[in-house]
């Protein structure tokens, strides 16, 4: 995957500024990148970094082919620097321990989450950016630049930094070196220290819209049409989560087998197994909670699609097809806006942090009488 604005899903006006900026050498020596996880600003600093950092660069963009371009794609251009948030301790006070792992972990997956990158560090715990840290970034950029030109500093997520960590870049950051320039990269602007925020030019990121990120997801990942739609509405403007379900296709399958079990149960009114079933999906987390539910009304969409518009389901795998054929006999107009309305609803209270419990306990009793075979008959 390459670091080119072009590619970068949505966000068309803002790549074209930054475009002009790096060609024209004429940008801010301080810039804020802030937008939603998953939306785009950490692999959009970095493609500005090598437009500003590639000798070649024109209005069209950096040339893609020269060593400067090479090593950014690699990020192991030595003038970008990175700075994030890690795990402190006695031993480890910067963050360069874990640097090899932020780049391999960035190339894997450029709109990172920072949940997960810390699940990666070490699961449970929280990272900062430390007083020392700051130390480091300053150290950095007191060496000259290797190539002659830009040296790039990245701070992702300044959020997680503290006070004396963020007053010791203050001086840096409003007077830096020569050709030096800082690219804060944040998520909730409203979180990072005022008095760094105050000196630093604020870029707007957007989360891009569905089938931005479904053009994407075929363009970068080779995805087919059909999974590429359904993957870019499951991922909510979240690019990053899109591409962690292309790495976890499991997870997916996982979501259809409770799915195929809920409707099941429910169809056959087993009580005690539907409350097993609740007590099994309280546990999993809010965030595949959420996934969960999104994928629900998904399928309930397919299956009305399915029904009514005879649509071409060639390209989904062969498990949700052969429970598609099984399931959407049971969806019709009699019953759709309610089924859509019991997993909205769940989803708004998981989202609201209700006891999950009682959320899906609920939603299992809500779903009984909608798919029952008198309600079908009825329909028919
Ligand atoms: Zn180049």
Same mark, same amino acid.
């Given at each position: 995957?390459?670091?080119?604005?072009?590619? %970068?899903?949505?966000?068309?006006?803002?790549?074209?500024?930054? &475009?002009?900026? #790096?060609?024209?050498?004429?940008?801010?020596?301080?810039?804020?990148? *802030?937008?939603?996880?998953?939306?785009?600003?950490?692999?959009?600093?970095?493609?500005?970094?090598?437009?500003?950092?590639?000798? *070649?660069?024109?209005?069209?963009?950096?040339?893609?082919?020269?060593?400067?371009?090479?090593?950014?794609?690699?990020?192991?251009?030595?003038?970008?620097?990175?700075?994030?948030?890690?795990?402190?301790?006695?031993?480890?006070?910067?963050?360069?321990?874990?640097?090899?792992?932020?780049?391999? +972990?960035?190339?894997?997956?450029?709109?990172?989450?920072? *949940?997960?990158?810390?699940?990666?560090?070490?699961?449970?715990?929280?990272?900062?950016?430390?007083?020392?840290?700051?130390?480091?970034?300053?150290?950095?950029?007191?060496?000259?630049?290797?190539?002659?030109?830009?040296?790039?500093?990245?701070?992702?997520?300044?959020?997680?930094?503290?006070?004396?960590?963020?007053?010791?870049?203050?001086?840096?950051?409003?007077?830096?070196?020569?050709?030096?320039?800082?690219?804060?990269?944040?998520?909730?602007?409203?979180?990072?220290?005022?008095?760094?925020?105050?000196?630093?030019?604020?870029?707007?990121?957007?989360?891009?819209?569905?089938?931005?990120?479904?053009?994407?997801?075929?363009?970068?990942?080779?995805?087919?049409?059909?999974?590429? =739609?359904?993957?870019?509405?499951?991922?909510?403007?979240?690019?990053?989560? #899109? %591409?962690?379900?292309?790495?976890?296709?499991?997870?997916?399958?996982?979501?259809?087998?409770?799915?195929?079990?809920?409707?099941?149960?429910?169809?056959?009114?087993?009580?005690?197994?539907?409350?097993?079933?609740?007590?099994?999906?309280?546990?999993?987390?809010?965030?595949?909670?959420?996934?969960?539910?999104?994928?629900?009304?998904?399928?309930?969409?397919?299956? %009305?699609?399915?029904?009514?518009?005879?649509?071409?389901?060639?390209?989904?795998?062969? &498990?949700?097809?052969?429970?598609?054929?099984?399931? +959407?006999?049971?969806?019709?107009?009699?019953?759709?806006?309610?089924?859509?309305?019991?997993?909205?609803?769940?989803?708004?209270?998981?989202?609201?942090?209700?006891?999950? =419990?009682? %959320?899906?306990?609920?939603?299992?009793?809500?779903?009984?009488?909608?798919?029952?075979?008198?309600?079908?008959?009825?329909?028919?």
């Amino acid at each position: 995957l390459q670091f080119n604005l072009k590619n %970068i899903p949505g966000n068309n006006a803002v790549k074209d500024a930054l &475009q002009t900026a #790096a060609s024209t050498k004429n940008f801010a020596h301080a810039l804020l990148f *802030n937008g939603n996880e998953g939306s785009g600003n950490l692999p959009l600093s970095i493609s500005f970094a090598k437009a500003v950092l590639c000798p *070649n660069v024109t209005e069209n963009g950096p040339c893609n082919t020269c060593q400067s371009c090479k090593n950014v794609d690699k990020l192991s251009h030595p003038d970008l620097h990175f700075s994030f948030p890690f795990i402190s301790s006695v031993k480890n006070k910067i963050s360069d321990a874990s640097l090899a792992t932020f780049k391999s +972990a960035v190339i894997q997956n450029p709109f990172l989450s920072v *949940n997960n990158w810390f699940e990666l560090l070490e699961p449970g715990k929280q990272g900062v950016l430390t007083a020392d840290e700051s130390h480091n970034i300053i150290k950095k950029l007191s060496l000259k630049s290797f190539s002659g030109g830009y040296k790039v500093m990245i701070i992702w997520r300044p959020e997680f930094q503290n006070a004396s960590a963020a007053n010791r870049l203050l001086k840096i950051i409003e007077e830096p070196p020569e050709k030096t320039i800082f690219i804060l990269v944040s998520e909730k602007r409203e979180e990072v220290i005022s008095t760094i925020l105050s000196r630093c030019q604020l870029v707007k990121v957007s989360p891009p819209v569905q089938p931005e990120i479904e053009k994407f997801l075929i363009n970068s990942f080779s995805v087919e049409p059909e999974k590429a =739609k359904l993957i870019s509405a499951l991922a909510d403007g979240n690019v990053g989560r #899109a %591409i962690e379900m292309l790495n976890n296709e499991a997870q997916n399958l996982d979501m259809l087998d409770r799915f195929v079990q809920l409707n099941r149960l429910a169809y056959k009114r087993d009580i005690a197994s539907l409350m097993s079933w609740s007590e099994e999906l309280a546990a999993i987390g809010r965030e595949k909670q959420k996934l969960f539910l999104h994928y629900c009304l998904h399928l309930t969409r397919l299956s %009305i699609r399915a029904n009514f518009l005879n649509a071409a389901l060639d390209n989904l795998s062969n &498990q949700e097809k052969s429970f598609l054929a099984k399931f +959407a006999p049971y969806v019709n107009h009699n019953n759709v806006i309610e089924l859509n309305e019991l997993f909205n609803k769940a989803h708004y209270a998981v989202v609201r942090n209700g006891n999950a =419990k009682m %959320i899906f306990l609920n939603l299992t009793f809500g779903l009984i009488p909608l798919i029952h075979p008198k309600n079908h008959k009825k329909s028919a």
